[in-house]
């Protein structure tokens, strides 16, 4: 459970890159990009797809879904994500703060994560309202290549946290940014300690939509079992 959390945070594969001999940008021109991109950032919606890799058990498991996230103030965002495959559920994420409702079995599991701190909230950012300069700052950033992904051309970055906190839950990010255009992830893949890791695929971005005010709020219906692991 846990895993499956700490892949989510940060927070967000469908096509086996090809890739070419060199990146045509440098790591300070696509964090310039990037810099721009959050300044403008306020939400987003995607279509997306997590691929889970369990190392001890070289197995691998797929979920399906929609994600929306909102800027909420600088340094904090609201997510949800509504998995459809292979079963339903509901994660929202506010304040440090985890739920997962499981609507087969009318449950909520709700998990405090507020000892992890500054840490957690800075990953559920990566990629969406982080800045080129606050990514510089936390992590030291390479470029290993450019790739074709559907299409697209996309820059792929490797982040390695320099802070030893941050390596307890990650132990280097990877992002894919198109080349052209808003320099919006296509791809992450979260690797941590433990050999475990996540591959998040977006599709169908939208950046800035218009929300409803309840949009990342999670409702329950009434009997709901309410959880609290770890406590």
Not at 72 to 77: L, T
Not at 87 to 94: A, G, L, N, P, S
Not at 108 to 136: N, P, R, W, Y
Request: with cysteine; charged share 25%; glycine share 6%.
């Amino acid at each position: 459970m846990q895993t499956r959390l700490r892949g989510f945070v940060v927070c967000l594969i469908l096509a086996a890159p090809a890739a070419s001999p060199a990146a045509a940008d440098s790591p300070q021109q696509v964090l310039a990009r990037m810099d721009k991109a959050a300044s403008e950032f306020k939400s987003m919606t995607s279509q997306v797809t997590y691929v889970t890799h369990t190392d001890v058990l070289n197995d691998d498991s797929t979920e399906t879904g929609t994600v929306t996230m909102r800027k909420v103030q600088p340094g904090e965002v609201q997510g949800r994500v509504e998995f459809t495959a292979p079963d339903r559920k509901t994660v929202t994420i506010e304040k440090r703060r985890v739920q997962e409702y499981f609507p087969k079995i009318n449950t909520l599991q709700v998990f405090d994560l507020d000892k992890h701190g500054e840490q957690l909230d800075k990953f559920f950012m990566i990629g969406f309202g982080t800045s080129g300069m606050e990514l510089a700052k936390d992590y030291d950033v390479s470029v290993l290549r450019t790739e074709s992904m559907n299409g697209q051309s996309a820059i792929h970055l490797q982040l390695t946290p320099k802070v030893p906190e941050a390596r307890q839950y990650v132990q280097k990010l990877e992002l894919w940014i198109p080349e052209q255009g808003d320099p919006y992830p296509l791809r992450e893949k979260i690797f941590e300690p433990s050999g475990d890791y996540r591959l998040v695929t977006y599709s169908g971005l939208k950046i800035n939509p218009p929300l409803q005010p309840d949009a990342l709020q999670l409702k329950t219906p009434p009997g709901v079992k309410t959880e609290y692991p770890g406590k």
